[in-house]
């Protein structure tokens, strides 16, 4: 079973670890494990599998590596949003590359430019560890920071944020998003990938954070099916007129 849905249950049953209190994390429904396709997903899918030995060849955070020295300007100047210099703009952070699908189809489907948080204390490529680590990081109310600030958010009226469910909420690196800029006035369409959470309570959690911005419905993709979101992308858009 899977270690975060054993957790999970233990947490219910018992109801005494704080860690795994919040939201919809009690709610978690069963396991998704029938749609995995393709053999990412199937490792990004946090599974009773043990850490592939091969995940350290893909790990999400060789991804966010690669990505963030994809995205590092010459000029040394720090990481700025990437793209044409829409009025739209995809933040998001992914650590296995489930939610940077989604980001991609989202800035393919509306021109959005796309900035990824990564950290500046990489996370670990173990995943057994990494829910250890986020766990503790949910307990203390850490604010993990960002490697690259964004310097002026002013050119867009609308952000799409991303994150996969950590814990029955956002990773706590989205907190210091949140905390790191103001997006009053914006529109804020938050959009999840996990593995059978949902979007817990994360919308709810966004409006507290950003209370003068306008929230949106938000968009789940399980995991599984983080490979192939376009249509479900664009159904979401399309209902959020945007
Ligand atoms: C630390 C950690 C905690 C997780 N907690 C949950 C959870 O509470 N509920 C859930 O459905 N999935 C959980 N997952 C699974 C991820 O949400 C899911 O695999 C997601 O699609 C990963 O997105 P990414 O590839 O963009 O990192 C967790 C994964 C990790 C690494």
């Known amino acids: 079973m899977k270690k975060w849905i054993s957790m999970l249950f233990l947490c219910t049953l018992f109801g005494t670890l704080t860690a795994c209190s919040s939201g919809d994390a009690a709610e978690e429904p069963e396991q998704e494990q029938t749609e995995a396709s393709g053999q990412e997903s199937e490792q990004n899918e946090i599974s009773g599998q043990e850490p592939a030995q091969t995940e350290t060849s893909t790990s999400g955070q060789e991804k966010a590596d ?3 020295s994809e995205t590092e300007p ?3 100047e720090g990481n700025q949003p990437e793209g044409e210099g829409s009025q739209a703009l995809v933040v998001y952070f992914s650590w296995s590359g ?6 991609n189809s989202i800035a393919a489907q509306t021109g959005a430019d796309m900035f ?3 950290p500046s204390e990489p996370y670990v490529d173990d995943y057994n560890e990494l829910l250890d680590i986020a766990s503790e990081e949910k307990r203390n109310g850490a604010r993990p920071e960002i490697a690259d600030s964004m310097e002026d958010l002013g050119q ?3 952000i799409y944020v991303g994150f996969p469910n950590w814990w029955g909420d956002m990773p706590m690196i989205l ?3 949140f905390d790191s800029y103001d997006l009053s006035g914006k ?3 938050p959009f999840c990938t996990s593995g059978g959470s949902g979007l817990s309570d994360t919308v709810n959690s966004i409006k507290a954070l950003e209370p003068e911005a306008e929230v949106l419905e938000g968009l789940h993709i399980s995991g599984s099916a983080a490979s192939d979101p376009d249509s479900a992308v664009g159904e979401w858009l399309d209902r959020l007129g945007l």
Do not use: L, M
């Open 66 to 68: 690669a990505k963030e």
């Open 74 to 76: 010459e000029s040394g």
């Open 98 to 103: 489930n939610t940077e699908n989604v980001a």
């Open 116 to 118: 990824r948080i990564v």
């Open 156 to 158: 867009y009226d609308v």
């Open 175 to 177: 907190y210091s998003f």
């Open 187 to 189: 529109t804020v369409a």
